[in-house]
Antibody, heavy 120, light 109 residues
Framework: QVQLQESGPGLVKPSQTLSLTCTVS??????????WSWIRQHPGKGLEWIGY???????YYNPSLKSRVTISVDTSKNQFSLKLSSVTAADTAVYYC????????????WGQGTLVTVSS | QSALTQPPSVSGSPGQSVTISCTGT?????????VSWYQQPPGTAPKLMIY???NRPSGVPDRFSGSKSGNTASLTISGLQAEDEADYYC?????????FGGGTKLTVL
């Protein structure tokens, strides 16, 4: 059973960089066939796709966030990470990591989510 | 890159059926059979309910079914149960991204 777990600071100051890590257990990021994704959900709102990475390092980002987002992968630790720069209060959200099947395009395993608040 | 369009809310009584629509464009829903649906009860992470338009993962009741016609996909829940009350999101693969719908709140009356 694949499990994903987000970790990182729950509070980030405006203009700083939000950094989160997703640790994958029960399966290898390097096995291929999946994109490793970040999705966020503003309080009381819908889901917003941030981007994903393949184990090879290829990345795809939401055009609306592309200038501020970096997703990276560390196959040796079976982890992938999100960095979002120049954050504002509008980046306050629950951030989820998830696994997306490259062939079928669905997100089959999700982390529990972590709330990140942007505030001074 | 616009979100897919879903009705904000739907409702139904126990035992009834409800259908949630998800409208995209010829560049996403209309071009790929990679539409999926997620259920999200309050305070929990989304759960995959339907993938590739109409396939159910193991463990999802067959009361949940999916379909697609043109640029619109649909999720039908038959034999409504109280436990089905949740937010539902559709999603579509595109050539280089994933799109979500705005979400639909299902109320079981």
């Amino acid at each position: 059973q694949v499990q994903l777990q987000e970790s990182g600071p729950g509070l980030v100051k405006p203009s700083q960089t939000l950094s989160l890590t997703c640790t994958v257990s029960g399966g290898s990021i390097s096995s291929g066939g999946y994109y490793w994704s970040w999705i966020r959900q503003h309080p009381g709102k819908g889901l917003e796709w941030i981007g994903y990475i393949y184990y090879s390092g290829s990345t795809y980002y939401n055009p609306s966030l592309k200038s501020r987002v970096t997703i990276s992968v560390d196959t040796s630790k079976n982890q992938f990470s999100l960095k979002l720069s120049s954050v504002t209060a509008a980046d306050t959200a629950v951030y989820y990591c998830a696994r997306e099947n490259t062939a079928a395009g669905h997100l089959d395993y999700w982390g529990q989510g972590t709330l990140v608040t942007v505030s001074s | 890159q616009s979100a897919l369009t879903q009705p904000p809310s739907v409702s139904g009584s126990p035992g009834q059926s409800v259908t949630i629509s998800c409208t995209g464009t010829s560049s996403d829903v209309g071009s790929y059979n990679r539409v999926s649906w997620y259920q999200q009860p309050p305070g929990t992470a989304p759960k995959l309910m339907i993938y590739e338009v109409s396939n159910r993962p193991s463990g999802v009741p067959d009361r949940f079914s999916g379909s697609k016609s043109g640029n619109t996909a649909s999720l039908t829940i038959s034999g409504l149960q109280a436990e089905d009350e949740a937010d539902y999101y559709c999603s579509s693969y595109t050539s280089s991204s994933t799109l979500f719908g705005g979400g639909t709140k299902l109320t079981v009356l």
